[in-house]
C-alpha cells in the first residue's frame, strides 16, 4: 500500500476538517471490515467516498462490480490513477447526497454499499438509503460515529434510544460489527467510531400514508420524550376519546413514556390511531 504521507504530499492534498475528512490508515480494521462486508454475486458494490483507496483495493479484489463515489477532486484523481485499467470499476465524482444512486443498481440483483463516511453525512445519507433507496439497496456497512451506532441499535427505554433508532430498526436489521478507535484515523478524530451493518428488510410493516402517520407519532414521542405518552400525542390533532380508545385497543397505558414502546407496539399503537378515523 501506498505511503499515505508520500501519496498526499505528490498530489498536495491536505485533509479538511471542514469535509470531515478523517482517512482509516490501520491495516488491521482494514483487513477486518473487508472480511465482514458481504456481497451477492449478483450484485453491485457502492462504495461511498473512495478517498485515497485503501478500502477500495480491498472490495476491488472481490470481483464484483464496484462504483466508488468521490467529490473531492483532489482524491478522485488520486483513485484515477490507481484504478485506471482495473476492471469493473467504476469512478464516480460526485457528491452521494446529490447522485441517482438507484441507477447503478444491477438489472438482476440489488446494491451493497460501503464506506468510511464524513460524521455529518451519517444521519442523511443512512435516510435517503433506507426510505429513498430500499427497493434496490440489500446492504449498507458504513463507519459511524460510536455513539450513532449505538443509537441505531438501541433498545427500547434506554437512553440511546429514539427517532434515528425507529428509523434505522423499521427499515432495516441494525448490526454493530466492530469498534474503532479514533487513533485508527488520520488526522484523528476527537471521537471513536464503529463499523455497522444494515440489512434492509424484505418487506416493511406500513406503508403510504400509515407509514407517514407511524412517523409523526415518532417524532411527536421524542420531541417531548420525558412526557406521558397521552400528553405526546395531542400534537397529533386527535381527540382524548380517540386518542384513550386507541391505547386502550393495544393495551398501553396512558401514563408510560413512549420512550419505552418497541418498534412492534408503536406500529400496532399507529395503526390503533388510524382505525380510529373510521
Known amino acids: 500500500m501506498e505511503s499515505i504521507s508520500a501519496l498526499f504530499k505528490e498530489f498536495a492534498f491536505h485533509p479538511r476538517k471542514s469535509a470531515g475528512q478523517n482517512f482509516l490508515t490501520d491495516s488491521k480494521i482494514l483487513d477486518q471490515i473487508d472480511l465482514v462486508i458481504q456481497c451477492p454475486s449478483d450484485d453491485v458494490l457502492l462504495e461511498v467516498g473512495g478517498g485515497y483507496g485503501v478500502l477500495s483495493e480491498r472490495l476491488a479484489k472481490k470481483g464484483f462490480p464496484l462504483v466508488i463515489v468521490e467529490p473531492d477532486h483532489k482524491l478522485f484523481a488520486m483513485l484515477e490513477r490507481k484504478f485506471e485499467k482495473t476492471p469493473k470499476i467504476s469512478l464516480v465524482k460526485a457528491d452521494i447526497l446529490k447522485l441517482d444512486i438507484n441507477s447503478y443498481a444491477p438489472t438482476s440483483g440489488?446494491?451493497?454499499?460501503?464506506?468510511?463516511?464524513?460524521?455529518?453525512?451519517?444521519?442523511?445519507?443512512?435516510?435517503?438509503?433506507?426510505?429513498?433507496?430500499?427497493?434496490?439497496?440489500?446492504?449498507?456497512?458504513?463507519?459511524?460515529?460510536?455513539?450513532?451506532?449505538?443509537?441505531?441499535?438501541?433498545?427500547?427505554?434506554?437512553?440511546?434510544?429514539?427517532?434515528?433508532?425507529?428509523?434505522?430498526?423499521?427499515?432495516?436489521?441494525?448490526?454493530?460489527?466492530?469498534?474503532?478507535?479514533?487513533?485508527?484515523?488520520?488526522?484523528?478524530?476527537?471521537?471513536?467510531?464503529?463499523?455497522?451493518?444494515?440489512?434492509?428488510?424484505?418487506?416493511?410493516?406500513?406503508?403510504?400514508?400509515?407509514?407517514?402517520?407511524?412517523?409523526?407519532?415518532?417524532?411527536?414521542?421524542?420531541?417531548?420524550?420525558?412526557?406521558?405518552?397521552?400528553?405526546?400525542?395531542?400534537?397529533?390533532?386527535?381527540?382524548?376519546?380517540?386518542?384513550?380508545?386507541?391505547?386502550?385497543?393495544?393495551?398501553?397505558?396512558?401514563?408510560?413514556?413512549?420512550?419505552?414502546?418497541?418498534?412492534?407496539?408503536?406500529?400496532?399503537?399507529?395503526r390503533a390511531l388510524d382505525s380510529m378515523e373510521l
Open 110 to 270: 440489488k446494491m451493497t454499499v460501503a464506506g468510511n463516511i464524513p460524521y455529518y453525512l451519517t444521519t442523511p445519507l443512512i435516510t435517503r438509503l433506507l426510505t429513498q433507496n430500499n427497493s434496490t439497496v440489500r446492504r449498507v456497512y458504513l463507519m459511524v460515529q460510536k455513539e450513532v451506532a449505538e443509537r441505531m441499535a438501541a433498545k427500547p427505554g434506554t437512553k440511546a434510544y429514539g427517532a434515528l433508532t425507529l428509523c434505522a430498526q423499521y427499515y432495516s436489521v441494525v448490526k454493530k460489527l466492530l469498534d474503532v478507535p479514533a487513533k485508527c484515523f488520520r488526522p484523528k478524530p476527537k471521537v471513536d467510531s464503529a463499523f455497522i451493518e444494515l440489512e434492509i428488510r424484505p418487506s416493511f410493516p406500513l406503508s403510504g400514508e400509515a407509514e407517514k402517520h407511524f412517523f409523526a407519532l415518532v417524532r411527536a414521542i421524542f420531541q417531548s420524550r420525558r412526557k406521558m405518552l397521552s400528553n405526546s400525542l395531542k400534537s397529533l390533532g386527535k381527540s382524548m376519546d380517540q386518542t384513550q380508545r386507541a391505547l386502550k385497543l393495544v393495551n398501553i397505558q396512558p401514563d408510560i413514556r413512549g420512550e419505552k414502546l418497541s418498534l412492534e407496539e408503536l406500529v400496532g399503537l399507529s
